[in-house]
């Protein structure tokens, strides 16, 4: 935000038993250090449950607890993860008050929207999951709303569909700069708030 050297937004590739890979993406309330901090808690402490073999929806709820129960002010953050198979090219969107995710596959791209809360606002957290076959080729992309709030309001899912659709980049680090740098252009280049965006792209290892 404002090009501040912090950004309140954090995220994790993190490597599971069984041929599973997590992609967790955190957006603390607000920017700078504290959303830092926050966003940077959640992001740990689901890491831990995870690898200690918690089920994604039991390690949510036990970090929306704490968070809610812990503490006397509400501070929240957002959860966006993708729970990917590396054997079946299975993946399931878990969502917590975070923006919509794309697929891009090869030719269109699929929404993924939640009207969920965020991680720390109300005990009885409501997750939202869904699940997808991906083939080789796709490619996953998943931003905060600091990168959707950038776009026109009304047209933003459209807008950043269309961005998606715009290229032929297959590799993922220069997709997620390219659409990063296509909503700045639209900003006039100084964010208004924290901005991530995270592309996994998915290929078969067979010849």
Known sequence: KGCNSISGDNFSLLELSRGKQAVILSDGMGAGKS???????????????????????????????????????????????????LYSAKCECVKAGASTTFIKRRKRVERIKSTSL??????DLEIHCTKHQLKSGDF???????????????????????????????????????????????SGNVPSDDMTVLVVGIWSLEK
Do not use: W, Y
């Not at 812990?70 to 953050?77: C, I, L, Q, T």
């Not at 965020?118 to 005990?123: D, I, K, Q, S």
């Not at 269309?162 to 032929?168: D, F, K, R, S, V």
């Open 35 to 85: 959303a830092f901090q926050e966003s940077a808690m959640v992001v740990e402490v689901l890491e831990e449950l995870l690898n200690s073999g918690f089920l994604k929806e039991t390690a949510l709820q036990m970090l929306n607890t704490a968070m809610v129960m812990g503490r006397e002010e509400v501070r929240f953050s957002t959860i966006d993860m993708c729970l990917f198979d």
């Open 118 to 123: 965020p991680l720390g606002v109300v005990a």
């Open 140 to 186: 996953v992309v998943m931003v905060t709303d600091g990168v959707m709030d950038a776009l026109p309001s009304g047209e933003q899912d459209l807008l950043m569909q269309m961005i998606i659709e715009g290229t032929n980049i297959q590799n993922p680090k220069e997709l997620a700069q390219h659409i990063l740098q296509q909503v700045l252009e639209c």
